[in-house]
């Protein structure tokens, strides 16, 4: 099998994360009103390469790709000649590559599912924001293709990164109107957006159309003021992050209405007669005598909580333990900027207060009804006279307790996850939590780890950790001293990533 490629780039510093080789294939069924190599877009030409060479032509310069290089596909279109595309990606993966594809979304769907699953950046150009413009842009009416091309991302496979990028043409998209239609458009894709950047237009390529006799459809367009381009990229930045906020608020509001629902489904109505066979089903009850379950029964108070009704507060001294045997609630905190941070959700059989009356230290937290509850209310008189020597219950309770660490590190590994930037603003703000000084110039961060180090601590690369300081540099959310201050400028920025 052999396909085509227009030209190769051996250090392309731009193309994908790191130092990559980049093939530029030959063949583009767009003809963008910008595009700076319209030499690329005819389906004949180029040189004919099979997977082996491509594999080969890496293999030369492998040394020089450090932790996040690789080979980049780019163009022309990349996915137009699939067949090909797939057995390169397919050889370059079993040889441990890091593969990045440069496209617009546009190929043969047929390959589609060997393709992306073998990618691990997609750099996606978003060339317009609706039907009518990109087809006067691209003298293409493919608008609804390209959608479906995004949206279908992940069903075809696709479990990577991905970098969005869009040409920014003076009185087109030059405005914060453009830039949140851009954000709306690639709705589909936030949680995999790693990196969204705004090309200003230029006309470096006009020379080409001239040598190919070819007419420029934007003469006389001047180019992008590169200051104003990077303005609307750092708000597109801050559009997206917020969004992606926003979603991760309704994905929890959402997972928390269907836990009631189906809590309220298969609840039954047990009133206090039944309350005793409740009980006496619980570990927590299991070395009890038949008269002592009697008389906790006598002590215990049962409370019918509805939903959104506190149970205990904040600072709250330890007077009770509740054991919920109907319905489910949560404990949670506020964060810096009132929003709700959920640590742990208890359903039917589960105690909480055990511990606080153990060892006598106020709540700490919030816990709330998320549906209408059945609480049993154990005094702390009752908790003391039958429960506090009890093997039993300090089992349960270091369980519980050990229950809890664990869903905790798993929401950190959570609010660290997905991305790069969302890993790099967690670490940022941790920082800014235990070392952070307040200046004038913003919250200083002075570091005794190096980037190595920095990377290792959130759980990237060294390479990936400086490219993404480099990029939040950029956006002007926080300002770097040598290779040892951190100086955080906008906050709240770095924060819509992952509160």
């Not at 851009?182 to 709705?187: A, Q, S």
């Not at 009704?309 to 949560?330: H, S, V």
């Not at 589960?350 to 106020?362: A, E, I, K, R, Y």
Request: proline fraction near 4%.
């Amino acid at each position: 099998m052999r396909g085509y490629v227009h030209s190769i780039e051996t250090m392309g510093l731009v193309d994908g994360p790191g130092t990559r080789t980049v093939f530029f294939l030959q063949g583009c069924p767009l003809r963008c009103a910008y595009c700076h190599n319209p030499d690329t877009q005819r389906r004949r030409g180029g040189e004919p390469y099979t997977p082996e060479q491509i594999l080969g032509i890496a293999n030369r310069y492998r040394s020089y790709y450090g932790q996040e290089g690789g080979v980049t596909f780019s163009g022309g279109e990349p996915l137009l000649q699939g067949e090909f595309l797939a057995a390169c990606l397919q050889i370059l993966k079993r040889e441990g590559y890091n593969t990045c594809v440069d496209t617009s979304g546009f190929g043969n769907p047929r390959f589609y599912a060997e393709i992306l699953p073998l990618v691990d950046t997609l750099i996606l150009d978003v060339k317009a924001f609706d039907r009518a413009s990109f087809a006067e842009l691209t003298m293409v009416d493919g608008f609804e293709l390209y959608l479906d091309f995004l949206t279908n991302l992940e069903q075809n496979g696709f479990q990577g990164q991905i970098w969005v990028r869009h040409v920014m043409v003076p009185g087109f998209t030059d405005s914060e109107e453009s830039m949140r239609r851009l954000i709306e458009i690639i709705r589909p894709i936030w949680p995999r957006v790693d990196r969204l950047e705004i090309l200003p237009y230029h006309t470096s390529g006009v020379q080409k159309y001239e040598q190919l006799g070819l007419p420029y459809r934007l003469e006389g367009v001047k180019p992008m003021d590169k200051g104003r381009a990077k303005e609307l990229e750092v708000y597109a930045n801050k559009v997206l992050a917020e969004g992606l906020r926003a979603q991760r608020q309704e994905q929890t509001v959402k997972l928390q209405e269907q836990s009631a629902q189906r809590q309220a489904e298969a609840a039954s109505d047990l009133g206090k007669s039944a309350l005793l066979s409740v009980l006496r089903g619980l570990p927590l009850f299991n070395d009890l005598a038949e008269e002592d379950v009697q008389d906790v029964l006598q002590q215990v108070i049962l409370a019918d909580i509805k939903a959104g009704e506190y149970i205990f507060k904040t600072g709250d001294p330890p007077e009770n333990m509740y054991l919920i045997y109907q319905g489910q609630m949560k404990i949670f905190i506020k964060t810096m900027d009132g929003e709700e941070q959920i640590f742990y959700i208890y359903r039917d059989g589960d105690f909480v207060g055990g511990l606080n009356l153990l060892v006598q230290t106020p709540y700490r937290y919030i816990g709330q009804a998320l549906t209408d509850c059945k609480v049993v209310v154990i005094p702390k008189a009752a908790f003391d006279k039958y429960f506090y020597d009890s093997p039993v219950v300090l089992r349960s309770v270091l369980v519980k307790s050990f229950e809890r660490i664990r869903w905790a590190e798993d929401l950190i590994q959570r609010l660290a996850t997905s991305n790069a930037s969302m890993k790099t603003a967690g670490l940022l703000l941790k920082l800014a939590k235990r070392i952070g000084v307040e200046t004038e110039e913003g919250i200083k961060l002075e570091l005794s780890m190096n980037r190595e180090e920095l990377g290792s601590y959130s759980g990237l690369r060294r390479e990936t950790i400086t490219r993404k300081l480099g990029e939040f540099k950029e956006l002007g959310y926080i300002e770097l001293v040598g290779s040892r201050v951190i100086i955080i400028k906008d906050l709240e920025a770095l924060e819509s990533y992952v509160l």
